[in-house]
């Protein structure tokens, strides 16, 4: 099974400029995460989708960044104009529907967010 | 408003012996799950363990363990046996019915040899 892609792995702008990351997410998982990183802190959720709806997107700094995710597939996160403190890695997981009852390790396998490996942003 | 807490910035854990990752949430959901994921310094994240809020009893994978107190709201990671390859960022999360996931502020495992 083919793990949650990102592209592309390293970039570096200069502030001002626009970038944008793309992602797949694991075949037939309905929810896509994207997750800012930034050095020496846990992940933050900018923004979650189930299927092609947002769920959340309340710490995603609106006026600059732009996510979407039109056919319920693959997503892309763009940041425009950057700013250096948006210099990160910019993390993408899915996952299937949540299930909290499970039986057994593999139903719970089921509720495991899957990352990918991350997209290094640099901003200059 | 839901939360994750990990109070421990470092620690320090000697090769073979066993250690413990704190982590305490706050959630008003009765439905839950709890994980924790591990990040060596390559940048992946790499899942270890799952617990949800209805299990009885606590979850284990291989080495991992997972100490859920749900009265006390917590769920620390047990290690035992340490191994060098467990130097590495660990990061408690939490996935709540409404489908939101957060994570903590981590804990940088140092294991000496």
């Known amino acids: 099974e083919a793990g949650v892609a990102q592209s592309p792995r390293y970039k570096i702008i200069e502030k001002r400029q626009s970038v944008a990351f793309w992602c797949n997410p694991i075949?037939?998982?309905?929810?896509l995460y994207w997750y800012q990183q930034i050095l020496g802190q846990g992940p933050k959720l900018l923004i979650q989708?189930?299927?092609?709806?947002?769920?959340?997107d309340s710490q995603l700094p609106k006026d600059r960044f732009s996510a979407e995710r039109l056919k319920g597939v693959d997503s892309t996160l763009k940041i425009q104009p950057a700013k250096l403190e948006d210099s990160a890695v910019y993390l993408c997981a899915s996952s299937s529907p949540f299930r909290t009852a499970v039986r057994d390790s593999q139903e719970a396998s089921g509720n495991t967010i899957y990352f990918g490996e991350g997209s290094w942003l640099t901003v200059v | 408003a839901q939360k994750i807490t990990q109070t421990q910035p470092g620690m320090f854990v000697q090769e073979k012996e066993a250690v413990t990752l704190d982590c305490t949430y706050d959630t008003s959901d009765q439905s839950y799950g709890l994980f924790w994921y591990k990040q060596p310094s390559s940048g992946e994240m790499i899942f270890l363990i799952y617990?949800?809020?209805?299990?009885?009893q606590n979850a284990t994978e291989g080495r991992y363990s997972l100490n859920f107190q749900k009265a006390r709201k917590s769920a620390n990671l047990v290690i035992s046996a340490s191994q060098l390859g467990d130097s590495a960022m660990y990061f408690c999360a939490m996935r709540t019915g409404g489908f939101k996931t957060i994570f903590g502020a981590g804990t940088r495992l140092f294991v000496k040899a």
């Open positions: 617990q949800g809020s209805y299990d009885e």
């Open positions: 989708f189930q299927n092609n709806g947002v769920v959340d």
């Open positions: 075949s037939g998982h309905a929810t």
